[in-house]
């Protein structure tokens, strides 16, 4: 059997669960607009200027002058306690109150959802998520073959009254919901938040249906305006299971997440962490520890949405500028992300080789629905570009969807019509 162009010897010894496994668009696509000259508005990379070499040079030095043996040792399966107790401060600054027993500590959230993919998933077990969905969560659900409901979204967030039919659905059919994943907060890839209304709805739907919820929370430190809302896991903290990282506010790098979970749930992660990867690195923890003893924290995190907030008003401002009026997008209030939806007759992935072509690159809106849907939607992503890449990569992509819009007129294919989106604005 063929394997990308190579004989594969190994082809009658893969699990079926293999071939529901996918690449992510965006790790490909990144090898790509790592060239120079290309501006990249694709992928969720962190600003890393904010946080100096130097500053995490003098906290490693720290580390292994204080304990050295303890960083080069391995450690327990849930976690450096003194750095859960940070973590725990962590999430208090979103009115989340949490004890170090009742966390653990991940390589990553990314770890933390395919550990849950893991211990609840057998195949054809129904899973909801919103429509668009960030696609590394999208990826690890689908390598354990679930069943996927989508529920589609607008300015406030998820339609309550789809998941309501979706939940109604599936009762009538005799099956359950294992969970429901949700980004509430400045969502990825959308930008948008779930409104305070409609997380009480969320979670009263929950409890009717008896629906578990994941949710993912890596962008809520990072509000550019308005007020905080409160997280889900306040809201029900036996129905919720909350993740959390440090990649968006510190270092993506040290590939810190956590998971607090219920106790019985947080059993079971204890030993999928064990088979998995015995514990996460004693070294990045304990660096992680000493950042939030020996650093202001919170000004830093304050720093960072500062330099966020004004580089997504000029990609807003940009793209009002420059975008054809057939598009439409996201206005975020935090995160890194904008949602763009452009005429149903272009098709964003084809469109992708003549952007690159003009050296500028997004990420194709197919990639975050489980069923292919999105080839005219596209994120942009604004927290990695400075103000001027942006605003110059911007300018270069609107000329690349008018030339495909004038080439789709003289084709004759601009008909009415649109399958609906996320967007809450636009040109």
């Not at 962190?46 to 003098?58: D, F, Q, S």
């Not at 400075?386 to 495909?404: N, T």
Request: net charge negative; charged share 25%.
């Amino acid at each position: 059997m063929q394997s990308g162009g190579r004989f594969d010897y190994y082809s009658g010894l893969y699990a079926d669960r293999t071939y529901s496994m996918m690449s992510s668009e965006i790790r490909e696509l990144l090898a790509v607009t790592a060239r120079p000259d290309i501006i990249s508005l694709a992928g969720g990379l962190p600003c890393t200027e904010v946080m100096p070499v130097g500053m995490l040079t003098e906290l490693a030095e720290r580390v292994f002058r204080e304990d050295g043996p303890g960083a080069m040792q391995y450690g327990p399966t849930d976690g450096y306690a003194p750095l859960k107790r940070s973590l725990c401060m962590v999430m208090e600054e979103e009115g989340l109150r949490a004890y170090p027993e009742e966390i653990i500590i991940t390589h990553g959230s990314q770890q933390a959802l395919d550990m849950l993919s893991k211990i609840l998933l057998n195949p054809g077990d129904p899973v909801i998520v919103e429509a668009p969905s960030y696609v590394g969560a999208l990826n690890s659900f689908m390598s354990y073959q679930p069943e996927m409901f989508t529920v589609g979204m607008d300015g406030d967030g998820m339609l309550l009254g789809e998941l309501e039919s979706v939940l109604l659905r599936l009762r009538r059919s005799g099956k359950r919901a294992k969970f429901l994943y949700t980004v509430p907060n400045f969502q990825n890839p959308a930008g948008i938040t779930l409104s305070a209304e409609r997380r009480m709805g969320l979670i009263e739907l929950s409890r009717e249906h008896d629906l578990m919820l994941i949710e993912d929370n890596p962008y809520g430190l990072l509000r550019y305006e308005g007020e905080p809302l409160p997280t889900l896991k306040s809201l029900d903290p036996q129905r919720v299971v909350y993740l959390g990282t440090l990649s968006k506010i510190f270092s993506a790098g040290l590939r810190i997440g956590w998971a607090f979970a219920p106790p019985p749930l947080l059993e079971k992660l204890l030993l999928a962490k064990q088979s998995a990867d015995l514990c996460t690195s004693a070294l990045t923890q304990r660096i992680a520890h000493a950042y939030f003893q020996t650093q202001d924290w919170r000004a830093t995190v304050a720093r960072l949405a500062e330099v966020y907030r004004r580089r997504r008003d000029v990609m807003l401002e940009s793209l009002e500028e420059f975008f054809p009026e057939e598009a439409s997008w996201t206005r975020p209030g935090g995160g890194f992300f904008v949602w763009v939806t452009l005429p149903p007759y272009l098709d964003t992935k084809s469109m992708l080789a003549r952007s690159v072509e003009s050296k500028v690159a997004y990420v194709p809106g197919t990639g975050f629905y489980p069923g292919g849907r999105g080839a005219h939607e596209m994120r942009l992503n604004f927290s990695y570009p400075d103000e001027e890449e942006i605003r110059e990569g911007v300018k270069r992509l609107s000329k690349v969807i008018r030339r495909e819009i004038s080439l789709a007129r003289s084709l004759g294919l601009d008909i009415a019509g649109d399958e609906g989106s996320v967007t809450s604005g636009g040109g």
